[in-house]
């Protein structure tokens, strides 16, 4: 069975550029979340969906960056202009709503930006 | 707020020893989930073991066991037989409902041969 499925595994970008990264949760899932692991700050939890719909972006850091849930097997994370300050490792992870509880993750987008 | 606590930034062991990984975390609530996941170099998030709060067994997992003590708000994790695949971080992790996970800082663990 495929997991959770993210793009691209690394990107390399200068800063002002627009990033997109990108997510297919695991098929029969209906929440998605968007997490960002920094050495300073850990892993934290930046936006959450639910039936495609956005239930928690309080830890999105600023109108710098967007996401979006067209429909259940897709999702963005955009950050438009990106900062230096924006590198880190993105992972996206997905589970069914009240089910057993764990989040299956991706491997991650480690994002660079120069 | 719920917050997870993890004491040790890093523990060694010798291969094939035990060793016990320690979580502590706050929370009012009486029914949620605990997990460990496991972060190798790859990066990939693993799950290592879950633990429902209202069973009062602790989780096993071949050779990975946790010991849950609901009333001390504590959640440590045994590793039995320690393999050098076992070389990783651990984060301890809290959920409640279907709200967020939410993370310990993380305990980087190193076996040695």
């Known amino acids: 069975d495929a997991g959770v499925i993210q793009s691209p595994r690394h990107e390399v970008t200068e800063m002002g550029q627009e990033v997109t990264l990108r997510c297919k949760p695991i098929s029969g899932h209906n929440s998605l979340f968007w997490y960002r692991q920094t050495m300073m700050r850990g892993l934290e939890l930046l936006i959450y969906f639910n039936n495609n719909v956005p239930i928690d972006d309080s830890g999105m850091p600023e109108d710098r960056f967007s996401a979006k849930m067209p429909n259940a097997s897709f999702s963005t994370l955009k950050i438009q202009p990106s900062e230096p300050r924006d590198s880190a490792v993105y992972f996206c992870?997905?589970?069914?709503?009240?089910?057993?509880?764990?989040?299956?993750f991706g491997e991650g987008s480690r994002l660079t930006v120069l | 707020a719920q917050t997870v606590t993890q004491s040790q930034p890093e523990m060694s062991v010798q291969e094939a020893e035990t060793v016990t990984l320690s979580c502590t975390y706050d929370t009012s609530e009486s029914d949620y989930y605990l997990f460990w996941y496991k972060q190798p170099p790859s990066r990939q998030m693993i799950l290592v073991i879950r633990?429902?709060?209202?069973?009062?067994q602790n989780a096993t997992e071949n050779r990975f066991s946790v010991n849950f003590q609901k009333a001390a708000k504590s959640f440590s994790l045994k590793i039995s037989d320690s393999q050098l695949g076992d070389a990783a971080m651990y984060f301890c992790a809290y959920r409640w409902g279907n709200e967020k996970l939410t993370f310990g800082t993380g305990t980087r663990l190193t076996i040695i041969p």
């Open positions: 992870a997905s589970t069914i709503w009240g089910g057993p509880g764990e989040l299956f």
């Open positions: 633990q429902e709060a209202y069973k009062q």
